[in-house]
């Protein structure tokens, strides 16, 4: 027996007025499968990755995440089945620290209540998890950072390290290298080969 893919992609569109952002679009990754989706600004990929997620309505097509089809859940029930994302543009707190923002994005995807008045970092197994987390991405060293201080390719790890906080079984990186040096290009590539 074999397992459902990771993502199905069925006749998929989306039309804003009379344009046709994405037509057509079939795919299918496997579990465990890397894919990257490359073209010209404007192609169509952001709203491709706004379709799977959940961000946007499909005008037409099928979504499915391992057998089940999603094309009309909200973003927060696709997460709930495993899928997380970045954006193009980064989404930090730039006033917390590097760890405040990772345990903010694990205390939500775990659920976890907290107690009016009690430090997050007495939630021990929130904390062990926010730090794994940084140390898997090569921040382990800028937990108290505060964010804004961070380099952009920082900022980008960090924006990964939030996606992976909640253990995905599918992350969507849309556009992971945008406005890297060089160096933070090598050090982005070898971090998604990981």
């Known amino acids: 027996m074999t ?5 199905t992609v069925t006749a998929l569109c989306k039309v804003f007025g009379g344009l046709k952002a994405v037509d057509s679009v079939a795919l299918s990754v496997e579990q465990g499968e890397r894919r990257a ?16 997620s959940g961000d946007l309505p499909p005008t037409s097509g099928r979504i499915s995440l391992f057998g089940r089809d999603v ?8 997460a709930a089945l495993g899928i997380a994302r970045t954006y193009q543009i980064t989404n930090l707190f730039p006033s917390l620290t590097v760890l405040e ?10 659920r976890t209540k907290l107690v009016l008045l009690r430090p ?7 904390y062990a998890r926010a730090r794994a987390t940084l140390e898997s ?8 950072e505060v964010v804004k201080n961070l380099s952009h390719g920082e900022q980008r790890q960090m924006e990964i390290a939030m996606a992976l906080a909640g253990r995905p079984r599918l992350l969507l990186l849309d556009e992971p290298a945008a406005g890297l040096s060089p160096a933070e290009t090598r050090m982005m590539t070898d971090l998604l080969k990981r």
């Open 101 to 110: 923002n990772l345990l903010l994005a694990v205390q939500a995807l775990e």
């Open 3 to 7: 397992s459902a893919s990771a993502l």
């Open 120 to 126: 997050v970092t007495s939630y021990a197994h929130l």
């Open 137 to 144: 991405v090569g921040l382990g060293d800028k937990e108290a």
């Open 37 to 52: 989706l490359i073209g010209p600004n404007g192609a169509g990929k952001t709203t491709l990755f706004n379709l799977i």
């Open 71 to 78: 094309t009309h859940l909200p973003p927060h029930r696709r």
